[in-house]
């Protein structure tokens, strides 16, 4: 997160005289849709008590398969610079965490028939986006990022175990519509689509034992609200 916020720092610093007489960009922004999860399971190697016979065994995310999919709203704030008039490059940012839902199940060991529960949630939290626009008309624009989230992982597992936490990055594209307003204000629309790399989480209790990802795709919808100075 620190060279996201460095890079457009310097980015904007070393911007020559002309860019630095055109405006700045503030605004706030919802986004709305759903997300999927590739290649989610939970993985044992070698001798183990997972309720099943020893050898490497793989949990699925769902009975429909390593596949998982949510619904995610989200609020945040923006601050842009005007480079040309049809070029502008801006940072947007999630001042909140995004929780999913607590996934819960009983475990039971072959060996004495115990049971116990395990509970996994997940917070992502600082996601940022390093982006560029490019305007295509007077009001419709394309934007491509570089984006990077926190992963905090919240679980109680009848093992005792715990997988820790992890930093995702991937990117951005979207495809919006900008419509100035009085005074310097503007409203956005725009359709976006994001993909992040995977992650791979091994036990600290026991190295036998991961949980993967293999990426996450999201898409949805954007409105915004700024001005311009």
């Known amino acids: 997160m620190k060279k996201i916020l460095s890079f457009l720092a310097v980015l904007m610093m070393t911007s020559n005289i002309a860019m630095a007489e055109m405006g700045i960009n503030l605004g706030l922004s919802l986004s709305a849709g759903a997300f999927s999860v590739d290649g989610a399971k939970e993985q044992f190697k070698g001798a183990h008590s997972s309720g099943a016979s ?20 989200i609020g945040s704030v923006f601050v842009e610079k005007t480079l040309t008039d049809k070029i502008s ?3 947007n940012y999630v001042p909140h965490a995004l929780e999913s839902e607590t996934t819960e199940n009983t475990q039971t060991t072959t060996t ?70 009085s005074n310097g204000a503007f409203f956005r629309a725009e359709g976006m689509y994001m993909e992040l790399d995977g992650a791979t989480l091994v036990s600290t209790a026991d190295s036998t034992k991961s949980v993967t990802a293999d990426g996450i795709t999201g898409y949805g919808a954007t409105i915004s609200i700024g001005k311009s100075f």
Do not use: C, H, P, W
């Open 54 to 73: 020893v050898g490497d065994v793989t949990k699925n995310a769902s009975s429909d398969g390593d596949e998982a999919e949510g619904l995610f709203a």
């Open 112 to 181: 004495s028939s115990a049971t116990g529960t395990n509970r996994v949630q997940v917070d992502f939290e600082n996601l940022a986006t390093v982006y560029a626009m490019l305007g295509l008309s007077d009001n419709v624009y394309v934007k491509a990022g570089y984006t990077e989230v926190d992963v905090k992982t919240n679980e109680v597992l009848a093992t005792g175990s715990s997988y820790g936490d992890t930093k995702l990055d991937g990117y951005t594209l979207a495809l919006g519509y900008n419509r100035e307003l």
């Open 89 to 91: 490059i801006g940072i």
